[in-house]
């Protein structure tokens, strides 16, 4: 199976710097993908390492692991509404359920002033 | 083009009550995926395709049932309703162009089984 854990919850200010972890136990799988969600809203994509090593757009940077089973999502000159949930996610290439997408279970961040 | 449309927005059922939720999608994407997502937590799969004809069971699909006769279409069955099935449910699409991974996502449907 497919498992990826993250910090429940983050607090951070106006202007800083923050960086929520992904670790995870599967195989087998395209690449680690994050996605970012606003109170009420849906899911949208912010990133995704199909390889190991940082990607950046903008104010947000993602990093991957394979050897480690580690990824971070980074936030730069943090905003007041990067306030919002982040997930980190995965999807399957092995022969039994090739495609299928597993979620983490999300981490809550909040920017004060 | 509209993206991935979900019908209807909000619902409330009665246990025991059966309801099909729509969704819809015009990129011509080969994955589609069910999700559903309880207050406070992350998403569960519940079905996924990778193409017409082709449906497979995710993490938890009891109680629900899926099909996907078109590319654009994969509807989420809930045959007879029960209040642990109260829950926002999404639907995404995914494409040929999967190299980003990148899912889109459905605005979502409200259901409340009381």
């Known amino acids: 199976g497919q498992s990826l854990e993250q910090p429940s919850e983050v607090t951070a200010v106006e202007g800083a710097i923050v960086q929520i972890n992904c670790t995870y136990q599967?195989?087998?799988?395209?690449?680690l993908s994050w996605y970012q969600q606003h109170d009420g809203g849906a899911p949208t994509f912010l990133s995704y390492n199909a390889l190991d090593g940082l990607e950046e757009t903008g104010r947000f940077s993602s990093f991957l692991s394979r050897s480690d089973s580690y990824g971070y999502l980074l936030l730069q000159e943090l905003q007041m509404k990067d306030s919002a949930s982040y997930f980190c996610a995965v999807r399957s290439f092995s022969n039994t359920n090739a495609g299928k997408s597993t979620f983490g279970d999300g981490t809550t961040l909040t920017v004060k002033p | 083009n509209a993206g991935v449309t979900q019908t209807p927005k909000f619902r409330i059922l009665k246990i025991g009550q059966s309801m099909t939720l729509q969704c819809t999608q015009d990129?011509?994407?080969?994955?589609m995926y069910w999700y559903r997502q309880d207050p406070g937590m992350g998403l569960k799969l519940i079905y996924y395709?990778?193409?017409?004809?082709?449906?497979d069971k995710g993490e938890v699909p009891n109680g629900y049932n899926v099909s996907r006769s078109t590319t654009e279409d994969f509807p989420l069955r809930l045959e007879l309703a029960a209040p642990s099935q109260t829950s926002v449910y999404f639907c995404a699409s995914l494409g040929g162009e999967a190299r980003y991974n990148e899912q889109f996502f459905g605005p979502g449907t409200r259901l409340t089984v009381l």
């Open positions: 395709s990778v193409g017409a004809g082709i449906t």
């Open positions: 990129m011509n994407h080969n994955y």
């Open positions: 599967t195989s087998g799988f395209y690449g």
